[in-house]
């Protein structure tokens, strides 16, 4: 456990601070040890391993270091006085040790704190709002930044703009930036899913009709390229868009002009054409199911949006500008714990920034105003479980633990009296207490490797082919210590 940062140790009873204190010290742990009544706000400023709460004599102390404990929930926490009911909700609580302390189970509490420090990879950046262009693009990876990069250069222009990539990465939103940073950002942006609409209403929605055109159309109505006028038209999903109406549409494209249907009078068309598809239009053109004029007109500049899986590391960013979209319509926050955010880094997202963001207001519903780990997320999205905190001998019984002990001695491989003891020729008539002898055997052992080892104990542990934490697991089994070896 050395080269971590301090354990932190809080305690309002000063015999429990100062066990606790050569307790640590003797397995070379950092720490730092004070009672309730000295914590405040500046104590987080430091690093600390693990948080070790004791026994606090006072509710008021006691509330006060949850609500620390609950604000820097990257800190481990284990409870040594009984506060399971007062911890059980937070992502952070490792589990519970009882006093009197022992190695072993101390040990295995310390090394799950630094498991769920190795989870905690990623924390949740500070999200600057200040660049008005791109405030519903976030992200830092190289794949977004090229992104804004392309924005900036065809914004200006009036181009018109494909862009490609799958369901649920952000077109929309990308075409919105376009359009508001262009010189028709005043102007109106109107959006129209080729997919959605019935392929027999798609020419009326989108040149309009006159009255009695066909049956139902009861009064005049305009469609989206004049509602668009002076604006951007956003043609999403255009590769659902069927061949008949592609020819028409490539004629307003080509004439910057259109009828309504049932109506003889040309109308200019001044709109920008922005398009999106998740489809593969060239494939779609080799099977003559996309006209290959239609596309070179509509992709003169191409943007190509990646999946979530090409720029994970803007999940973190991600999460919480969908948490404040959704904190301002009202909606309670939630707080992602580090090792949460890491397990959804895990996750491939084939629905991308979508599938995040219904995954978030689910989240929102489940568990409003609430701390969400690893365990809360849906089982597909659990990349980090982490399992929970049982000390190791409490689950062995004492046979157990003494036929371990055993095959720790033999792996030992001592030369002289393991040596002697083959050598004997049998039992003596009286017999023997195997037991007995086995055990003087380690003792014996174990004291001329700290002896040779001048008291290391991990030099004394190399020496035996064990473990340290086994070695000094036996030194407390059989009363030895260092200093007694002195």
Known sequence: MQGLAKTLVIDDDPNHRHDLSVILGFMGESHQVISGSEVDSTLWENEWSACLLGQISTGKSLSRILDYLRIHHHIPVIALSHHDNELSGFPNYVGSLELPLTYSPLIDALRHCQEYLGKRAFQVPHLSRKNTLFRSMVGRSEAISQIRHLIEQVAATDASVLILGESGTGKEVVARNIHYHSSRGKGPFVPVNCGAIPPDLLESELFGHEKGAFTGAISTRKGRFELAEGGTLFLDEIGDMPM?????????????????????????????????????????????????????????????????????????LLLQELLARMEAEGAKPIYFTPRAITSLMEHNWPGNIREL????????????????????????????????????????????????????MFACEPTVAVDDMVSMSGLPPEGLNLKEMLADLEVDMIRQALEAQTGVVARAADMLGMRRTTLVEKMRKYGLSKEALR
């Open 244 to 316: 008949s109406m592609q020819v028409k549409l490539l004629r307003v494209l080509q004439e910057r002009c259109f009828e309504r249907v049932g109506g003889s009078g040309t109308i200019k068309a001044n709109v920008r054409i922005v398009a999106a598809t998740h489809r593969n239009l060239e494939d779609m053109i080799k099977q003559n199911l996309f006209r290959e004029d239609l596309y070179y007109r509509l992709n003169v500049f191409p943007i190509e949006m990646p999946a979530l899986r090409e720029r994970i590391e803007d999940t973190p």
């Open 357 to 408: 963001a219904n995954l978030v207001e689910r989240l929102i519903i489940l568990y409003p105003g609430e701390m969400v780990d690893v365990n809360h997320l849906p089982m597909k999205y659990r990349y980090s479980d982490m399992p929970s905190f049982q000390p190791e001998n409490s689950l062995l019984t004492l046979e157990e633990q003494e036929r371990g002990a055993l095959a720790d």
